[in-house]
């Protein structure tokens, strides 16, 4: 047998590959990951990226275009506006002097004296927080003082203030930057139109052989229509033509098992040589046919179907 990989190299090669692929795995949705070296990807997408080097956005995109899937927002995350990392880390400024040396402290209240001030500036005596106002120790809390709130005090400066000023700093190229110059970018996830692809899978199936076969420069005739002993006619999936000989292949999805009978009258009736039935695993096991007369194929996968069909047809082929 032929060791020669199936190297396809257009992007409907890559849509076809990545809609069988959704079949066998019944994905509904390709929602994307993060990790710091590839920032946001789709690993769904990312292994018929790499196998038709077309990029991810690519395939999406022409899925979208397809009406297999719809592209919905994900979430929105900030990154570099210079290098387009996600790769950043988040600094706290000070809004009046712009000092990234701030510090969150807490405001609390001395009930007896009313006296209103930040908690971690108070002196200690006897490891016990003494406030400067009446200069008691503070007591317990709840009871002698209350917590207002978080508050951030500028250790440059000296201002206290709510919200400090947000600052990115990028790791990837060393950008600093703010909110006025991020990029606060759209990610998408997309929702796969499952039932839709489900209904073209032996459209699909049937392009792929097609380009498989066409690598190795094998022709193929989709629904040929050929005449039986009987004199009737009869339609099979596809007909490939290969150094003079003719292999005739007609394929069962799951819910076509139940035409076997018919097959098995339009196989008789034609009285071909070479005759493959591609029919699902799980549904084979229920046949009840005479495999001398039926060459049936079993398939596990639809994604596995065009390489099962190349390796019988070269395989016939290797022997002549
Ligand atoms: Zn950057
Ligand atoms: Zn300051
Ligand atoms: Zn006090």
């Known amino acids: 047998m032929s060791k020669k990989d199936y190297k396809p190299s257009s992007i409907s090669g890559a849509i076809e590959d990545l809609l069988l692929y959704i079949i066998d795995n019944n994905i509904t949705e390709i929602v994307p990951k993060f990790s710091f070296q590839l920032g946001f990807y789709y690993s769904e997408a990312m292994r018929t990226s790499a196998k ?88 317990k809390r709840d009871k002698d003082w209350i917590r207002i709130g978080s508050l951030y005090k500028c250790n440059e400066c000296g201002e206290l203030f709510e919200m400090p000023s947000v600052q990115f700093k990028c790791v990837n190229c060393g950008k600093i930057f703010d909110y006025k110059d991020a990029e606060y970018e759209n990610i998408y996830k997309y929702k796969i139109n ?13 392009r792929t052989i097609i380009n498989v076969l066409k690598e190795d420069g094998i022709t193929v005739e ?29 394929i069962l999805s799951e819910d076509e098992i139940d035409d076997i009978m018919s097959i098995y009258g339009k196989i008789i009736d034609l009285g071909h040589p070479d005759h493959l039935i591609l029919v699902p695993s799980d549904t084979a096991q229920s046949l009840t046919v005479d495999e001398t007369v039926l060459k049936i194929v079993k398939y596990n996968k639809v994604s596995d179907v065009a390489q099962l069909v190349r390796e019988k047809i070269i395989s016939k082929k290797e022997k002549t």
């Open 52 to 139: 038709f080097k077309v990029s991810e956005e690519e395939l999406l995109d022409r899925l979208v275009k397809e009406s297999y899937a719809t592209k919905e927002l994900y979430d929105k995350y900030v990154r570099c506006p210079v290098c387009k990392s996600y790769r950043l880390l988040v600094q706290f400024k000070c809004p009046h002097c712009g000092s990234t040396n701030v510090n969150k402290v807490t405001l609390v209240s001395h009930v007896p004296c009313g006296y209103i001030g930040v908690l971690e500036e108070m002196k200690t005596s006897n490891e016990k927080r003494v406030c400067p106002k009446c200069e008691k120790e503070l007591g």
């Open 194 to 206: 499952l039932e839709k692809i489900r209904k073209l899978t032996k459209q699909i199936v049937i």
């Open 222 to 250: 989709v629904n040929p229509t050929l005449q039986g002993l009987s004199g009737l006619k009869h339609t099979a999936s596809l007909l490939a033509k290969c150094d003079g000989r003719e292999i005739l292949i007609d």
